[in-house]
C-alpha cells in the first residue's frame, strides 16, 4: 500500500506561515490524486487542497483557504506539499495529506492516509 507521513506541523501566531510536507513511499504520486485534509475537533474532515495528478493535473484549493495556502509537488522527491500563509485560528486542526483513485473533495476518494500533523494557530 502506499504509505504517506506528514511533517511540518506545530504552533504559530496568527499571520504566520508553515510549510506542510507529505513523504509518499511504495508507489509514484503520478498515480494517484492527491490531497490535503484538516479536522478541528467536532468538525467534520474538509478538505484543503487536492492535486488532481491522475485527471486535469489541475491545483484546488477550497474557498476557505484560497489566497493563503498553496499546494504544490515535487515529482522527483516523490513529495507533496502545502504552503500555509497568513494563518488564522480558525486554520487550526489536524492536517492530513492523503493518496487515492478519485480526484474529488470527499474522504472516500481516498484510500490513503497519513498520520497527520497538528496546526495550531494563536493569537
Known amino acids: 500500500q502506499v504509505e504517506l507521513v506528514e511533517s511540518g506541523g506545530g504552533s504559530v501566531q496568527a499571520g504566520g506561515d508553515l510549510r506542510l510536507s507529505c513523504t509518499v513511499s511504495?508507489?509514484?504520486?503520478?498515480?494517484?490524486?492527491l490531497a490535503w485534509f484538516r479536522q478541528a475537533p467536532g468538525k467534520e474532515r474538509e478538505v484543503v487542497a487536492i492535486a488532481n495528478n491522475i485527471g486535469s493535473g489541475a491545483l484546488w484549493t477550497a474557498d476557505s483557504v484560497k489566497g493563503r495556502f498553496i499546494i504544490s509537488q515535487d515529482k522527483a522527491k516523490n513529495m507533496l506539499y502545502l504552503q500555509m500563509n497568513s494563518l488564522k485560528s480558525e486554520d487550526t486542526a489536524m492536517y492530513y495529506c492523503?493518496?487515492?483513485?478519485?480526484?474529488?473533495?470527499?474522504?472516500?476518494?481516498?484510500?490513503?492516509w497519513g498520520q497527520g500533523t497538528q496546526v495550531t494557530v494563536s493569537s
Open positions: 492523503a493518496a487515492g483513485f478519485r480526484c474529488g473533495p470527499l474522504t472516500s476518494g481516498y484510500s490513503y
Open positions: 511504495r508507489d509514484s504520486i503520478d498515480n494517484h490524486c
